[in-house]
């Protein structure tokens, strides 16, 4: 079984920036893909961000490409994703998922595990 906690959420104002980190841990996640899905009130998750198991592929929504950075370090079992340039509009329930295989992923469903997820709230 695979534990999967998020952390680094919070109030910030808009242009503002935040860091968030999901680390898993019960077993060695370096050979899955890992990413970022979020949703807001009334709304469905949507994704936000994927990585392969080795960091070397990235992948973005169109509406986070140019202000979020995903990255991961292997060592520590650790996911990052860095925002930039927040907008009202991020403001969502923040969720680490890990997939099922090695490749990226914006798939909701190929995404095996899950953590509880932290809140964004981007104020104007």
């Known amino acids: 079984q695979v534990q999967v ?3 680094g959420g919070g109030l910030v104002q ?7 980190s999901c680390v898993a841990s019960g077993r060695t996640v370096s050979n899955y893909a890992m990413g970022w899905f979020r ?7 949507e994704f936000v961000a994927a990585v392969n198991w080795s960091g070397g592929r990235r992948y973005y929504a169109d509406s986070t490409k140019d202000r979020f950075t995903i990255s991961r370090d ?10 930039n340039n927040l ?8 969720y680490c998922g890990v997939a099922e295989g090695p490749g990226g992923t914006n798939d909701f ?6 953590g509880q997820g932290t809140q964004v709230t981007v104020s104007s």
């Open 109 to 114: 469903d190929e995404y095996a595990y899950w």
């Open 5 to 7: 906690v998020e952390s």
């Open 74 to 83: 292997n060592v520590r079992n650790t996911v990052y994703l860095q925002m």
């Open 87 to 94: 907008k009202v509009e991020d403001t969502a329930v923040y």
């Open 14 to 20: 808009a242009g503002g920036s935040l860091r968030l």
């Open 39 to 45: 949703q807001a009130p009334g709304k469905e998750r």
